[in-house]
């Protein structure tokens, strides 16, 4: 308290968003990678998080497209080039690795869940 009597508060952001009523969504720093599984039995897209966090479970994606929609979703400055897709593979490779800080609803979006 000053001399006046005026009490000095300091607040940080997550602070004033917790005093206005908002939540406030915790950010993951996550390395994000997507292998593309290729067997006898199938083809899909699989999205892995790895981070210091709870494990989140792998997602998979059944085509491309519903791939490049979910990761659009969050980061819509990927562009195709930026996925590493080999038409005659024919083993689990690789697809894109990328280091991340998300939110909760980020994660969402993806489909990671704990």
Same mark, same amino acid.
């Given at each position: 308290m000053s001399q006046s009597g005026v009490i000095y508060v300091t607040v940080s952001c997550a602070g004033a968003a917790m005093l206005a009523g908002m939540s406030v969504s915790a950010r993951h720093s996550l390395r994000l990678v997507v292998q593309h599984i290729q067997d006898r039995?199938?083809?899909? $897209?699989?999205? !892995? +998080?790895? #981070?210091? #966090?709870? &494990?989140?479970?792998? !997602?998979? $994606?059944? +085509?491309?497209?519903m791939l490049r929609k979910a990761l &659009? +979703? !969050?980061f819509p400055e990927l562009s195709e080039a930026t996925l590493s897709i080999k038409n005659d593979a024919r083993e689990t490779y690789i697809v894109l690795t990328r280091d991340a800080e998300l939110d909760d609803r980020e994660l969402a979006l993806l489909g990671l869940r704990r």
């Amino acid at each position: 308290m000053s001399q006046s009597g005026v009490i000095y508060v300091t607040v940080s952001c997550a602070g004033a968003a917790m005093l206005a009523g908002m939540s406030v969504s915790a950010r993951h720093s996550l390395r994000l990678v997507v292998q593309h599984i290729q067997d006898r039995q199938r083809s899909c $897209f699989r999205l !892995v +998080s790895y #981070g210091d #966090g709870p &494990a989140l479970r792998p !997602v998979e $994606f059944p +085509s491309l497209e519903m791939l490049r929609k979910a990761l &659009a +979703s !969050v980061f819509p400055e990927l562009s195709e080039a930026t996925l590493s897709i080999k038409n005659d593979a024919r083993e689990t490779y690789i697809v894109l690795t990328r280091d991340a800080e998300l939110d909760d609803r980020e994660l969402a979006l993806l489909g990671l869940r704990r």
